[in-house]
């Protein structure tokens, strides 16, 4: 499998004015589709389509990031057909391609939701770790 491909289309974030202490963050990676595509680019690959959302909602309802978007994949054609077959009979990712996308789009997602965290003065929704330096003697 390699990816050839990736592009957000909907990036959305927005936060309340009032802001109150953060209960509770989550974090969800879900995939809306797989398909067979066609590059004009690249005629003699299997292309795969995956359409994904990524979202961050804190709660009480203070914010909320929501990131969708595309992701190509070159399979090989058997890879391709049984992708697409379990896909489109019980809406799951193949095992043998779920943890490499997820890990791609876990590291693509949450940079792009750190820098709308930045944007709009929101708490990391992960934890960062922590520098701490001491006095010399």
């Given amino acids: 499998m390699k990816i050839i491909g ?3 289309t909907k990036v959305s974030a927005e936060r309340v004015a009032k802001w109150q202490p953060i209960k509770n963050i989550n974090t969800n990676i879900q995939f809306i ?10 005629k003699d690959l299997e292309v795969i389509r995956l359409s994904f959302k990524f979202d961050v909602h804190y709660e009480p309802k203070n914010a909320t990031i929501s990131l969708e978007g595309l992701l190509f994949l070159n399979l090989d054609s058997n890879e391709s057909k049984e992708v697409i077959k379990q896909w ?46 001491k006095a010399q003697q």
């Fill in 6 to 8: 990736f592009n957000y």
């Fill in 33 to 42: 589709d797989i398909v067979k595509d066609e590059v004009e680019a690249i």
């Fill in 88 to 133: 489109s009979k019980k809406k799951e990712v193949a095992e043998s391609l779920r943890n490499a996308v997820v890990k791609f789009l876990w590291k693509k997602c949450n940079l792009k939701a750190f820098q709308l965290e930045e944007e709009l003065n929101i708490p990391t929704h992960l934890q960062l770790p922590q520098i701490s330096f």
